[in-house]
């Protein structure tokens, strides 16, 4: 393929890209959601002196959790291509716009890889799967910790009626965690596993697949607790907004909660966009479960739960997405090595 033609598709590519999450993002925002009781909530809070200080520390955290997502994938990739840690802090904020308008985050993986110069995207792919998996380990640990605390609570009459439910929920988790932890430290025997499903092919897939061993145990855990810290900004963002929007509720029980909506999220397919709506609901049902229980739900504190939601989306999701799209222009779809020969 001609260099000029090479460079056009790119060219196109991008725009199209750029396009696509502007509109997306303003059709969120502006059109289909209706926020003016949430902006009157926020306006409210322009005149208290610790808006601007808790916006402050949200906005730093924020730029925390995206360096340690960085240093998750830098972590990864270096083992294919040395990538400076300024370039993927951009790739991270990149695949953040892709995967705007992409099912279940899969155009956070595109963002990314389409950034390297030599190697190969699958495997870049592959590598960033491993985080991924890293973040959902450390959601499904600490969601199944919420649950575990969270149902003798609101479901106590049940539970003393049917204990074995509990016992048998406890196992299940026990067991499913212990097998994701299990798998996750020993990510090599996918490949022993697609050699038993995919005998005649298993040549060429090891071929990408092998990047699976190319990871110590150590360095799995680095992983894993880059991954731990990153869940403990993010969640702790989460408290802050509730805290700032009034919403009367401790520590514990607000990370429990939060923990359970994280939960469900994840096991919730959905666009980056809809995931607003989603959240909303998710936060909206559970936080009114612990509410209404001390008699204390009322529609304020309920509009106070989506505003901290939904400030978190546009905080951790639309704000990072928008300044992803300012680095579309890095990636590069169609390179001279992907044609050659």
């Known amino acids: 393929m001609k260099a000029k033609v090479r460079k056009r598709i790119n060219i196109l590519i991008r725009l199209l890209i750029m396009l696509v999450t ?13 926020f003016s009781s949430i902006i009157d909530l926020i306006v409210n809070l322009f005149h208290s002196s610790r808006f601007y200080s808790y916006m402050a520390v949200l906005f730093v955290m924020m730029i925390v959790n995206q360096a340690l997502e960085t240093f998750k994938w830098k972590l990864l990739i270096d083992k294919l291509e040395i990538v400076g840690f300024n370039r993927a802090f951009t790739a991270i904020l990149t695949g953040i716009a892709v995967s705007m308008f992409m099912p279940n985050r899969t155009g956070d993986y595109f963002g990314r890889v389409f950034i390297l ?20 380990l450390t959601t499904m640990i600490a969601g199944c910790l919420g649950l575990i605390f969270f149902l003798p609570v609101y479901y106590h ?30 990510v090599p025997l996918l490949n022993e596993l697609l050699a038993a499903i995919f005998r005649k092919k298993y040549e060429k897939l090891l071929e990408y697949t092998g990047v699976f061993a190319l990871y110590s145990r150590v360095e799995l855990l680095n992983l894993l607790l880059l991954s731990i810290a990153r869940y403990l900004v993010f ?27 994280y939960l469900i999220l994840t096991l919730i397919p959905t666009l980056a966009l809809t995931e607003l709506g989603v959240r909303g609901s998710v936060s909206y049902y559970l936080f009114g479960l612990y509410f ?32 992803g799209i300012l680095f579309v222009y890095r990636l590069k779809f169609i390179r001279r090595n992907d044609v050659a020969g």
């Not at 502007?22 to 209706?34: G, H, N, W």
């Not at 009626?161 to 996750?184: F, G, Q």
Request: aromatic share 14%.
């Open 22 to 34: 502007v509109l997306f993002l303003y059709d969120q925002i502006f059109y289909r959601r209706d």
């Open 117 to 136: 110069e030599r190697s190969s995207h699958v495997k870049a792919i592959l590598v960033t799967i491993i985080g991924s998996y890293a973040q959902l």
């Open 157 to 186: 009459e049940t539970l003393v009626l049917h204990p074995w439910m509990y016992a048998a929920m406890m196992v299940v988790v026990s067991i499913t965690l212990a097998a994701a932890t299990l798998l996750y430290f020993n």
């Open 235 to 261: 969640s702790f963002q989460f408290y802050l907004l509730l805290i700032l929007f009034e919403v009367n509720i401790g520590y514990l029980p607000a990370m429990m909660l939060i923990a359970i909506s």
């Open 292 to 323: 209404t229980m001390g008699g204390l739900w009322n529609e304020t504190t309920g509009m106070a739960i989506l505003a901290a939601s939904s400030s978190l989306w546009m905080i951790n999701i639309a704000l990072p997405a928008l300044l």
